[in-house]
T-cell receptor, first 111, second 113 residues
Framework: KQEVTQIPAALSVPEGENLVLNCSFTDSAIYNLQWFRQDPGKGLTSLLLIQSSQREQTSGRLNASLDKSSGRSTLYIAASQPGDSATYLCAVNQAGTALIFGKGTTLSVSS | SQTIHQWPATLVQPVGSPLSLECTVEGTSNPNLYWYRQAAGRGLQLLFYSVGIGQISSEVPQNLSASRPQDRQFILSSKKLLLSDSGFYLC????????????FGPGTRLTVT
């Protein structure tokens, strides 16, 4: 059974710092991996989608990598800002149907 | 562009009352549709998914049910709510089976009292 783990559960950093969020999964047979952002009381916003054949994807200050063989993905956020404060969720698409989620990393960026 | 709507945004219901949450998608046809629940301290849990009208797959046994009466409409229901049904319910859609990106709606906060 696929399990997705995110470390750390919470992270506090000062503005301007570069940071890395980690995601690991137990079964490497995945279609793709998706990173989401969730603000308190809101739905999920898709940040990046990495297909199983890809190694990384970039969008603005965000860079996500995927090492399928080792069951790991990282989300790198450059020059963090207070507006980046949110919960970041990692999810894998294993069977082509629904996503399997980690419990998220709650990020707080102070000014 | 595609848009996904959910209503109501918030709901407070007594134990034993019925439930109906609605989700609609605009700007696409024949989407795969999903209901997830996010409970306090837990990750998102898949409840139901649908690949077409009238086709519903259930992932977790519970007192909830889902229906898809139209191509872009997905409804989550219950005949009698339990306290444990409280949570944040999210609807999502995807182009089809396979390696497509999944998009989420704004969610419904349900509190069962």
């Amino acid at each position: 059974k696929q399990e997705v783990t995110q470390i750390p559960a919470a992270l506090s950093v000062p503005e301007g710092e570069n940071l890395v969020l980690n995601c690991s999964f137990t079964d490497s047979a995945i279609y793709n991996l998706q990173w989401f952002r969730q603000d308190p009381g809101k739905g999920l916003t898709s940040l990046l989608l990495i297909q199983s054949s890809q190694r990384e994807q970039t969008s603005g200050r965000l860079n996500a990598s995927l090492d399928k063989s080792s069951g790991r993905s990282t989300l790198y956020i450059a020059a963090s800002q207070p507006g980046d404060s949110a919960t970041y969720l990692c999810a894998v698409n294993q069977a082509g149907t629904a996503l399997i989620f980690g419990k998220g990393t709650t990020l707080s960026v102070s000014s | 562009s595609q848009t996904i709507h959910q209503w109501p945004a918030t709901l407070v219901q007594p134990v034993g009352s019925p439930l109906s949450l609605e989700c609609t998608v605009e700007g696409t046809s024949n989407p795969n549709l999903y209901w997830y629940r996010q409970a306090a301290g837990r990750g998102l849990q898949l409840l139901f998914y649908s690949v077409g009208i009238g086709q519903i797959s259930s992932e977790v046994p519970q007192n909830l049910s889902a229906s898809r009466p139209q191509d872009r409409q997905f409804i989550l229901s219950s005949k009698k709510l339990l306290l444990s049904d409280s949570g944040f319910y999210l609807c999502a859609w995807k182009t089809g089976l396979g390696a497509y990106e999944q998009y989420f709606g704004p969610g419904t906060r349900l509190t069962v009292t």
